[in-house]
């Protein structure tokens, strides 16, 4: 069974080297002729040469992926953290000890949510989209991005608004006041990154210190707030884009938005929203028709990139197809809002104030403010696909006419029900996302939202199945392989220490001694490390179930390994191969624990904790770095234990 031999493996990037020389003879014969027929300089071609030549020295070890578990040094890894020991770890110098080359920082990352209408409490629609926030602002923190922002938050102002505090008996502040405190409340509950909190008294200074920067949350009440949307007004005005004339039209309370004739169905907004009819009630405009074609080149040139998924591409770009008029961006007719500056008659249009909210945090106007210059402009805007045609259409028109850069992306998720059935107040079905978590925990209301439909589509939501699908991956599978695994290591390895064992790398020819590792072994460790490049991809495009498919996967991969391998039953027989899959087996769940940490960061870390892997090593960097070697686990206590699951009414 023992392989005694190194495992070659050969990828397209082994090939480099070779390709570079192909090319290096030709171009060495024929650069004379052509430095002489063109009358080249010999600084082209250096430039020419330099791709070559850097794939000859650093560039190759750039381009390479990490290749396995078996590459790196177990002694690049501080070992400081308190549960790590000090055993010397023998086997860390048959590792390459070549140092990865250095890369330049990466760029800040914004990521936002929309900001929820404080009408009704949070939902678990509002929690869907925060999650998928966090787990990508997680995402990007664990690959070493040190400054992700997150920004959230509520939107107060409005008639909607207004006329539900109204109906409650409360004035506008009290209402809004309290319902925002319950969204901001949803944030730590749902264990955003950074919500467990900056501002709190009790947190300590090293909390506030970590927490600082990584989220944002906006009223639109606050002082701040409202003085981002008048210079934002006075910006447009003062560029000759505002005017003032006089409203007809339909609007529609419930999504705060005006429609066409033409757009209504059946005396409905297209939304299904009640509308009602305005008359020429006076309004400041906005000249959104000067932006349609600049709209248009947008979506043609970058469209595929502005909006995700790329079939509501389609539906954005016809709606401006169909001709933009110029945008009512005021009303008289209630005064629950940011006065518009020199003329508190009016109060500017709830959808502008709401826009403004991105810039708000940042810092605008004050462009040249570190935060501004920093985070500016935001990597993916989420939003629910209702709210598509404001980011898409109208916040890039208004971006423009601002002069500020694009966000590179506005991802419109899909819509969620509930039992088969739109979610409203009326019929008694709103999903509360505090109980769900009080009954279920968070890491299960986080795993289903982001597992159960694809990210983009639609979803429907019912307990039975979030009951049945986590008790399937993050019980029987991912808690089992915990369990056993780490039960073993803790009552058959001495000291509950994890073994020493020899991993390997397939570049490393000049070490001294052989792998212990089998073929079933590297598969497996392989697949974990294919988790942290497929992973990568999966985030970029936003295709966050994929992301949470593969994890699965593997956890799978891991059960079937420990099936076939049986260190229960090598501890009679083989007692130091079964050291061997032990050891291989933590690496794994260390692995796969920390990709999991985006979307499951309570259980994960419990994990994590009980492998003694230090804060410091938690990050897909260290994903391949295999470096339990000699650390002892905690007693092993359950994660994920199963919930029986909800008879079939
Ligand atoms: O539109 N399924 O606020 P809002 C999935 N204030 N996502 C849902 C959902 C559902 N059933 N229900 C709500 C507003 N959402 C404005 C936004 S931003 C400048 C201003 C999520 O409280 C989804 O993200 O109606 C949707 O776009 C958002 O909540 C709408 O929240």
């Not at 500016?376 to 990597?379: M, Q, S, V």
């Given at each position: 069974m023992k392989k005694s031999h190194t495992v070659v493996k050969c990828s397209p990037f082994h090939l480099t080297p070779l390709l570079a020389l192909w090319s290096f003879i030709p171009l060495c014969v024929c650069t004379p002729v052509w430095l002489h027929k063109f009358h080249c300089n010999i600084n082209l071609l250096m430039l020419m040469l330099l791709p070559i030549l850097s794939a000859f020295t650093g560039g190759v070890s750039f381009i390479r992926p990490a290749a396995a578990f078996r590459l790196r040094m177990t002694q690049t890894l501080s070992h400081s953290n308190s549960h790590s020991n000090s055993h010397s770890n023998s086997n860390s110098r048959l590792f390459s000890t070549s140092t990865p080359p250095t890369k330049p920082p990466p760029s800040p990352i914004f990521v936002t949510t929309p900001i929820y209408y404080v009408n009704g409490p949070p939902h678990i629609g509002h929690a869907y989209t925060t999650l998928a926030a966090d787990v990508l602002s997680r995402y990007h923190r664990l690959s070493g991005n040190p400054s992700v922002l997150l920004q959230s938050g509520t939107d107060e102002h409005g008639l909607k608004v207004s006329t539900t505090a109204a109906s409650l008996g409360l004035g506008e502040k009290e209402f809004v006041d309290g319902v925002s405190d319950k969204f901001r409340g949803l944030l730590a509950a749902l264990q955003v990154?950074?919500?467990?909190?900056?501002?709190?008294?009790?947190?300590t200074d090293k909390d506030k210190d970590k927490n600082k920067d990584k989220l944002e949350f906006v009223r639109t009440t606050d002082d701040d707030h409202k003085a981002c949307v008048s210079a934002v007004w006075k910006a447009l005005s003062a560029k000759g884009l505002i005017y003032k004339g006089v409203y007809s039209g339909w609007y529609a309370v419930r999504d705060e938005c005006f429609y066409n004739?033409?757009?209504?169905v059946d005396g409905l907004a297209p939304t299904g929203a009640e509308v009602v009819w305005t008359e020429k009630e006076e309004s400041y405009f906005f000249k959104?028709?000067?932006?349609e074609g600049r709209l248009l080149e947008l979506y043609e040139r970058n469209g595929g990139a502005f909006v995700?998924?790329?079939?509501?591409l389609n539906e954005v770009k016809a709606f401006v197809k169909g001709g933009l008029n110029d945008l009512?961006?005021?009303?008289?007719?209630?005064?629950?809002?940011v006065k518009v500056p020199g003329d508190e008659s009016h109060v500017v249009y709830v959808w502008i104030d709401a826009l403004a909210n991105y810039l708000t945090k940042v810092g605008y106007p004050n462009v040249e403010n570190d935060k501004f210059q920093k985070f500016?402009?935001?990597?993916c805007q989420i939003v629910g696909k209702d709210i598509l045609r404001f980011h898409a259409v109208y916040w890039p028109a208004l971006l423009m006419a601002l002069d500020l850069e694009l966000p590179e992306r506005v991802f419109a998720h899909g819509w969620w029900t509930v039992n088969g059935e739109k979610m409203s107040k009326s019929v008694g079905n709103v999903v509360d996302p505090f109980e769900l978590i009080g009954k279920f925990g968070v890491d299960r209301v986080r795993w289903f939202l982001m597992s159960?439909?694809?990210?983009?589509g639609d979803g429907d939501y019912s307990e039975k199945m979030l009951v049945r699908k986590t008790n399937t991956a993050?019980?029987?599978s991912y808690g089992n392989l915990v369990q056993r695994s780490l039960n073993m290591v803790y009552k058959n390895c001495e000291g509950g220490r994890f073994p020493e064992v020899?991993?390997?790398?397939?570049?490393?020819?000049?070490?001294d001694s052989s792998s212990e590792l089998t073929e079933n072994d590297v598969k497996l460790l392989d697949a974990v490390q294919n988790l942290v490049t497929d992973t990568h991809s999966f985030i970029e495009k936003q295709e966050l179930h994929k992301y949470v498919h593969e994890l699965e996967d593997v956890v799978r991969m891991a059960n079937v390994y420990v099936e076939e391998e049986a260190p229960f039953k090598l501890k009679k027989t083989d007692f130091r191969r079964m050291e061997v899959v032990l050891r291989v087996l933590g690496e794994v769940i260390r692995g796969v624990s920390i990709v999991m940490l985006p979307v499951v960061p309570d259980g994960a870390t419990k994990v994590l904790d009980m492998l003694g892997v230090g804060e410091e090593e938690r990050c897909f960097r260290c994903?391949?770095?295999?470096?339990?070697?000699g650390r002892a686990v905690q007693k092993p206590v359950g994660v994920y234990m199963r919930i029986d699951e909800i008879e079939e009414e």
């Open positions: 990154e950074g919500s467990a909190d900056s501002s709190q008294v009790t947190a004739e033409g757009e209504l959104l028709s000067e932006f995700r998924p790329a079939s509501r009512s961006v005021s009303r008289t007719s209630f005064d629950w809002g500016w402009p935001p990597k159960e439909v694809g990210f983009g993050l019980s029987n020899v991993f390997y790398s397939d570049s490393d020819s000049d070490s994903v391949g770095e295999a470096c339990l070697g």
